[in-house]
């Protein structure tokens, strides 16, 4: 097997269609993650089939080509614009006898870069080590077994087995840090909800301008720059909103079409910030070509880390490219649905604080509460929540409760079934926990 070069600034890059022709709006964005990554681009192939070969994923010919470039340009290292299974990537190294990296390899690697933060490093660690464990399968002479034989049997295990064991052994410490890390975030979260400071979380594509946009809205210095994957560790900063309540801006990692989803579990505390959030400020780029697809790319994660259901606005962002004025779009109800802005120049950013204010001043239940004596699991969840501001006990022994939460959290608990299955009937519970002002 071939011995893994510690640089791979040489690039070749490959990018197949599937019964389509080429996606040059994907293949744009495949150089621009290469060139995060500091790959130095010689070469672009490109390649249509019908289904992927099960063996070198782009068909035995176009691999001899691949390979056949490979030796003329001096290519150190060939990335696909693909996921490739181990034996793929094993049998393309073999082939090219140069190294091989899929899409999540190269995603893997920027993200390792940009690590800043101590949680961060954390992160992107344990997501490249479960990535790596999958690929120990001979993908290197030194870790293939003992032979077997006279004088060649011992109870020792090999090279492949020792090195499975300590990654196994360094995940589990990342995961007890990590775990750590996100209880403090929780305690951090808990003592917002008690002081009654909503969370608004920035969330988009990657290089939408979420960064730029958290700049304008706070005051804040957190790097921005117009590439892929520029922010990667969660800042939070606090918003004064004029006529509002004051809430905290978190500015997150963006999303990308086939994110790794070792990725999306590693870095699962920092996007607990945006499932938790009262709002999701949705950052779009408004002259991208796929917006929509971008769009539906952030959705789904959204949805796969539990944060579908939290209130959206969506930020139409880099109006200014499109020589476009600032403007609010509202729905039949009178919500506001978009904001169409310009985070670069500021244009329409106090349109977007504005519509901050009204959705957080609209989507909050203030009032009381009448709890009878059983609902007592349903009293310490509003503490915990931070959402009780008063409480005193009523003639009957009732609690009347005076809470402020969002309308989103009241119905989580409405229709919870440890309170409408085990406490009271729904019928009684919708009369007993009622609000009375």
Same mark, same amino acid.
């Given at each position: 097997?071939?011995?893994?070069?510690?640089?791979?600034?040489?690039?070749?890059?490959?990018?197949?269609?599937?019964?389509?022709?080429?996606?040059?709006? &994907?293949?744009?964005?495949?150089?621009?993650?290469?060139?995060?990554?500091?790959?130095?681009?010689?070469?672009?192939?490109?390649? %249509?089939?019908?289904?992927?070969?099960?063996?070198?994923?782009?068909?035995?010919?176009?691999?001899?080509?691949?390979?056949?470039?490979?030796?003329?340009?001096?290519?150190?290292?060939?990335?696909?614009?693909?996921?490739?299974?181990?034996?793929?990537?094993?049998?393309?190294?073999?082939?090219?006898?140069?190294?091989?990296?899929?899409?999540?390899?190269?995603?893997?690697?920027?993200?390792?870069?940009?690590?800043?933060?101590?949680?961060?490093?954390?992160?992107?660690?344990?997501?490249?080590?479960?990535?790596?464990?999958?690929?120990?399968? &001979?993908?290197?002479?030194?870790?293939?077994?003992?032979?077997?034989?006279?004088?060649?049997?011992?109870?020792?295990?090999?090279?492949?087995?020792?090195?499975?064991?300590?990654?196994?052994?360094?995940?589990?410490?990342?995961?007890?840090?990590?775990?750590?890390?996100?209880?403090?975030?929780?305690?951090?979260?808990?003592?917002?909800?008690?002081?009654?400071?909503?969370?608004?979380?920035?969330?988009?594509?990657?290089?939408?301008?979420?960064?730029?946009?958290?700049?304008?809205?706070?005051?804040?210095?957190?790097?921005?720059?117009?590439?892929?994957?520029?922010?990667?560790?969660?800042?939070?900063?606090?918003?004064?909103?004029?006529?509002?309540?004051?809430? +905290?801006?978190?500015?997150?990692?963006?999303?990308?079409?086939?994110?790794?989803?070792?990725?999306?579990?590693?870095?699962?505390?920092?996007?607990?910030?945006?499932?938790?959030?009262?709002?999701?400020?949705? +950052?779009?780029?408004?002259?991208?070509? *796929?917006?929509?697809?971008?769009?539906?790319? %952030?959705?789904?994660?959204?949805?796969?880390?539990?944060?579908?259901?939290?209130?959206?606005?969506?930020?139409?962002?880099?109006?200014?490219?499109?020589?476009?004025?600032?403007?609010?779009?509202?729905?039949?109800?009178?919500?506001?649905?978009?904001?169409?802005?310009?985070?670069?120049?500021?244009?329409?950013?106090?349109?977007?604080?504005?519509?901050?204010? *009204?959705?957080?001043?609209?989507?909050?239940?203030?009032?009381?509460?009448?709890?009878?004596?059983?609902?007592?699991?349903?009293?310490?969840?509003?503490?915990?929540?931070?959402?009780?501001?008063?409480?005193?006990?009523?003639?009957?022994?009732?609690?009347? %409760?005076?809470?402020?939460?969002?309308?989103?959290?009241?119905?989580?608990?409405?229709?919870?079934?440890?309170?409408?299955?085990?406490?009271?009937?729904?019928?009684?519970?919708?009369?007993? +926990?009622?609000?009375?002002?």
């Amino acid at each position: 097997m071939i011995d893994r070069p510690q640089g791979g600034e040489r690039t070749l890059l490959v990018h197949l269609d599937v019964r389509t022709g080429v996606d040059p709006e &994907r293949l744009r964005e495949f150089r621009e993650l290469a060139d995060s990554a500091g790959a130095r681009t010689v070469e672009v192939i490109t390649a %249509v089939r019908v289904a992927p070969d099960p063996r070198y994923f782009v068909g035995s010919g176009k691999a001899e080509e691949i390979g056949a470039r490979v030796r003329e340009t001096g290519a150190e290292i060939a990335i696909f614009n693909h996921a490739l299974t181990p034996s793929q990537e094993r049998n393309l190294e073999r082939l090219l006898c140069c190294r091989v990296l899929d899409r999540s390899g190269l995603i893997l690697d920027i993200f390792a870069q940009r690590a800043r933060s101590f949680e961060g490093k954390l992160q992107v660690e344990l997501a490249q080590l479960q990535h790596l464990s999958t690929r120990l399968v &001979r993908g290197w002479t030194h870790l293939e077994r003992q032979k077997g034989g006279i004088g060649l049997r011992g109870p020792g295990e090999t090279q492949l087995e020792t090195d499975r064991r300590l990654i196994g052994v360094r995940i589990k410490a990342l995961g007890q840090r990590l775990g750590k890390l996100r209880r403090q975030r929780e305690q951090g979260r808990r003592a917002r909800r008690r002081a009654e400071v909503p969370t608004v979380s920035l969330v988009g594509y990657t290089n939408a301008g979420k960064s730029t946009l958290f700049n304008r809205l706070t005051g804040a210095h957190v790097y921005a720059a117009d590439q892929l994957f520029a922010t990667l560790d969660s800042t939070i900063r606090r918003l004064e909103l004029d006529g509002g309540p004051p809430a +905290v801006v978190a500015d997150t990692v963006g999303f990308i079409r086939h994110l790794p989803h070792d990725l999306v579990a590693a870095f699962r505390s920092t996007l607990e910030e945006t499932r938790d959030a009262a709002l999701l400020v949705h +950052v779009i780029d408004a002259g991208h070509e *796929e917006r929509e697809s971008c769009i539906e790319q %952030v959705n789904q994660v959204l949805e796969e880390i539990g944060a579908g259901v939290v209130p959206q606005i969506e930020v139409y962002n880099k109006i200014d490219r499109l020589g476009m004025a600032p403007r609010i779009d509202r729905d039949a109800t009178g919500r506001v649905r978009r904001v169409w802005l310009s985070a670069a120049t500021g244009a329409g950013v106090e349109l977007l604080a504005e519509a901050i204010s *009204e959705h957080l001043r609209r989507d909050t239940f203030e009032g009381r509460l009448r709890l009878p004596p059983a609902a007592g699991r349903l009293r310490a969840r509003l503490y915990a929540l931070g959402a009780v501001r008063s409480e005193r006990i009523g003639t009957d022994g009732a609690w009347l %409760v005076e809470v402020s939460l969002p309308l989103r959290e009241l119905a989580v608990l409405r229709a919870a079934d440890e309170i409408a299955g085990r406490l009271l009937p729904e019928p009684e519970f919708l009369a007993d +926990v009622a609000c009375v002002s």
